[in-house]
């Protein structure tokens, strides 16, 4: 399983970035998807999640801001980041999992793609 982050890069404030999040050698409707980030010297946290069956969850501090969606036709899963905050500044990390139980956990995902990284300029 091979997992490509993209889409990071420099914003200022209020603007808005589009991560994506392709795979090689799977479909991503047949598993659950996460977005988490991590900044220097914070812990990994919880950023999105979408279900296999399209269900979606969001970390309390990014809802209504930012929005996961799966294209299974190019078999990518997107993370749209609008409003975005100079706290949203982190490595931006995609992963996979066959379970639903915890999605909020980084430890129910046992595939890890590169991540890319997000500045938001004040």
């Known amino acids: 399983v091979q997992l490509q982050a993209s889409g990071g890069g420099l914003v200022q404030a209020g603007g808005s970035l589009r991560l994506s999040c392709a795979a090689s050698?799977?479909?991503?409707?047949?598993?659950?998807t996460g977005w988490f980030r991590q900044a220097p010297g914070k812990e990994r946290e919880f950023v999105a999640a979408i279900s296999r069956g399209g269900r979606t969850i969001y970390a309390d501090s990014v809802k209504g801001r930012f929005t996961i969606s799966r294209d299974s036709a190019k078999n990518t899963v997107y993370l749209q980041m609008n409003s975005l905050k100079p706290e949203d500044t982190a490595v931006y990390y995609c992963?996979?999992?066959?379970?639903?139980?915890?999605?909020?956990?980084?430890?129910?995902?046992?595939?890890w793609g590169q991540g890319t990284q997000v500045t938001v300029s004040s």
């Open positions: 050698g799977l479909t991503f409707s047949s598993y659950a």
């Open positions: 992963a996979l999992s066959t379970a639903w139980g915890t999605p909020f956990l980084p430890r129910s995902y046992p595939y």
